[in-house]
């Protein structure tokens, strides 16, 4: 199918958006269709926000394939203590009762873009005038020689939160006093930058907590440096002097080799031996993305920064993880950004409401220790190139620990508000 | 484990990122808020502070950080915030035109009456003490910060009744003109307001990010304002107002003054 730019959309736009909304109502018979597939910060956030601002006009139909939704942010404060595992894990009741949202709790297996379908691990086909893909990342396993889906059972990746999550809260719980925690870093682009060295933080504290000083954290790292890296290794030096090792691939000369049996990574440098390893690997778009037709050979799928459309596919829209967004992060809130956007334009296309210029924002908050937090945020303009950064800030090192405590507070409100935003209420 | 044997060429490698430390070219002129924290914090530096008795002076001063919402005296008006007038022996959430919490209107039903005690416990813990009110004030954690905050709000609220609460702050003449001189269109607002929900509550609770509902246009507008021109310093807010023109301040004060809390 041709793509058409937004300035070819426009002309036809132009004569009225309707234009485009009424053969969708003739040829229908009935209410027009959107289906998202995956139902995270991006995918529940569209449905919720078509559903709530087009009221009964438009059929709205959510496919999941886990019942309940673990966000993968604040993961890291349940590794850390500070979160239950229920209190980042969410319903998608609300999505149904109270926005009338048809909830499919399945796995999408196939898009025919050209019969306009979904169709089920069950057989079972889901038909739609407009598709909204948010199926998030897939790791690539063999990234990291000797990884593999197997292997995350010994060397979880908790890079998708669920039951890996709990593997890994269980495995840093059983760590004793001078035993070993190796991580292997990802390379770019994944998901939620500041992530892994959050994460490390985590560790850390529940090492301190309980004195263990003679335990030790490693990070191999493929990259030569990494999100909120001078606010992090100031954090680690005040808080866990000589707890934590970063080394980049200047030192350890890059990652040969996983070994689950033995726990070993194996670098250019040296072997480094893990009683725990949490193995993030690189990662591309969610497999249905790739199946569809949909990714690039960057694995990750292009799209229109002006309304978040597939430039392979103008009936389909690619939010969050699985996207190319330009200059915004793999991250929730820019998953959450996203999605509005693209819930603006499938009203648009569908029942010609009014479309606003697209904006787009972001915000990461990482905890570095109790109270200690740290952000990093941008706001984010289409142009015909990219979603382009037009503004950003980060928190400064040196800050005074009052300031440190509002931005960890901040992020707490922030989980309450958009896991609301997402959900709903 | 070969650790050892990599300390060496690590610490090199590792101590290269003091080097780099980013300085972000951000910058942060002193707040209003910083400037009263300052005020309070010379106050604070007299000794014996503990068991003295209350002194409603010093409290004129803590005050400094109820004014952006609150007003108390002669021609006091409900702003962002209920005026402050016959405080003591009100029933909480008893104004009639103010937009409350609906938890606050439920306390006040049940019962709950402002007096020395109940305000001491609301100033010291806020959210704890009326859990989901729309009051963004983290907490006064000094007993006698307390004790002289109340000594002042006590001698203050009686002293000149308000007479017409209800009529609009006049806005400040230099701040925001032009955005307070445009009606809003709240539609506008409304999509707007997606990017500022992902943090800011509609229901108008309070968990750790203020709420935005319900205010009066001019102190919304003011907010945002202050922002944008870096006279409230925060990160976030202050990214946020960079790219907003006067039609869009308008439009999400129009929409969300329009809110109602829950």
């Known amino acids: 199918m041709t793509q058409i730019s937004r300035r070819t959309f426009g002309l036809f736009a132009g004569a009225g958006a309707a234009s485009l909304a009424l053969p969708l109502y003739a040829r229908a018979q009935g209410k027009p269709k959107v289906v998202i597939i995956g139902g995270g910060a991006g995918g529940a956030t569209a449905a919720r926000y078509i559903a709530k601002d087009a009221g009964d006009a438009i059929d709205v139909t959510l496919i999941e394939a886990n019942a309940t939704y673990t966000t993968c942010f604040f993961s890291n404060l349940y590794l850390g203590g500070y979160r239950t595992f229920e209190s980042i894990t969410h319903s998608y009741d609300k999505l149904a009762s109270n926005y009338g949202i048809t909830v499919v709790n399945g796995y999408a297996q196939t898009i025919d873009r050209e019969a306009k379908t979904v169709t089920m691990a069950d057989g079972s086909k889901v038909d739609y005038d407009r598709l909204i893909v948010a199926p998030g990342i897939d790791l690539i396993w063999d990234s990291v020689p000797g990884y593999s889906e197997e292997a995350a059972e010994v060397m979880p990746h908790s890079w998708k939160a669920g039951p890996q999550t709990k593997l890994l809260k269980a495995k840093l719980d059983a760590i004793e006093n001078g035993q070993q925690i190796v991580m292997v870093a990802p390379p770019n682009p994944y998901r939620c930058p500041p992530g892994p060295y959050e994460r490390v933080s985590m560790f850390a504290h529940v090492l301190k907590e309980k004195g263990f000083t003679d335990s030790k954290i490693t990070i191999i790292d493929p990259k030569s440096k990494f999100s909120k890296q001078a606010l992090f290794q100031e954090g680690w030096d005040k808080h866990y002097p000589g707890m934590i090792e970063w080394y980049g691939p200047d030192v350890h000369g890059g990652i040969a080799s996983v070994d689950p049996a033995s726990g070993q990574v194996e670098t250019d440098l040296d072997t480094f031996q893990g009683d725990l390893v949490n193995v993030i690997p690189a990662q591309k778009a969610g497999m249905i993305a790739a199946s569809a037709g949909l990714a690039n050979e960057s694995g990750f799928c292009a799209i229109d920064p002006y309304s978040m459309r597939s430039r392979v596919d103008d009936n389909v829209f690619v939010i969050g993880d699985a996207c190319i967004a330009g200059d915004m992060p793999k991250s929730g809130f820019s998953a959450n950004s996203q999605a509005k956007v693209a819930a603006m334009a499938v009203r648009g296309d569908l029942i010609g409401s009014k479309v606003f210029p697209a904006k787009y924002s972001n915000t990461c908050w990482s905890l570095i220790e109790s109270n200690d937090g740290v952000k990093v945020g941008a706001q984010y303009a289409a142009t015909d190139e990219k979603i382009a950064s037009t503004s950003k800030f980060i928190s400064q090192t040196g800050e005074d620990s009052g300031v440190r405590q509002e931005t960890y507070e901040e992020s707490v409100g922030w989980y309450k508000g958009i896991t609301t935003d997402i959900f709903g209420a | ?262």
């Open chain 2, 1 to 262: 484990m070969a650790e050892t044997g990599t300390q060496t060429k690590n610490r090199r490698t590792v101590g290269d990122h003091r080097l780099n430390r980013r300085v972000p070219a951000w910058h942060r002129p002193i707040s209003i808020f910083a400037l009263a924290f300052l005020c309070a914090l010379a106050t604070l530096t007299t000794p014996s502070l503990a068991e003295q008795p209350a002194d409603a002076e010093r409290g004129q001063k803590l005050y400094r950080a109820c004014k952006a919402c609150h007003e108390i005296g002669v021609d006091a008006r409900n702003g962002v915030g209920p005026h402050l007038d016959g405080l003591f022996g009100r029933t909480a959430g008893s104004i009639e035109n103010f937009k409350y919490s609906s938890v606050m209107r439920i306390r006040g039903g049940a019962g709950l009456e402002w007096t020395q005690e109940t305000l001491d416990a609301y100033l010291e813990k806020p959210r704890a003490f009326v859990g989901g009110t729309r009051m963004s004030y983290r907490g006064m954690k000094k007993q006698q910060d307390r004790d002289d905050l109340i000594a002042y709000l006590r001698e203050a609220s009686d002293r000149d009744p308000a007479a017409h609460p209800d009529i609009p702050k006049p806005a400040h003449p230099e701040i925001g003109a032009e955005a307070m001189a445009l009606t809003g269109d709240p539609d506008y607002g409304e999509y707007l307001s997606s990017e500022c929900v992902t943090c800011h509550q509609l229901s108008g609770r309070a968990d750790g990010i203020p709420s935005i509902i319900g205010w009066p246009k001019a102190a919304f507008i003011r907010a945002l304002f202050d922002y944008k021109t870096n006279v409230r310093s925060h990160q976030v807010m202050q990214n946020m107002t960079a790219n907003l023109g006067n039609e869009e301040i308008a439009a999400l004060a129009a929409y969300f003054g329009s809110i109602d809390p829950q």
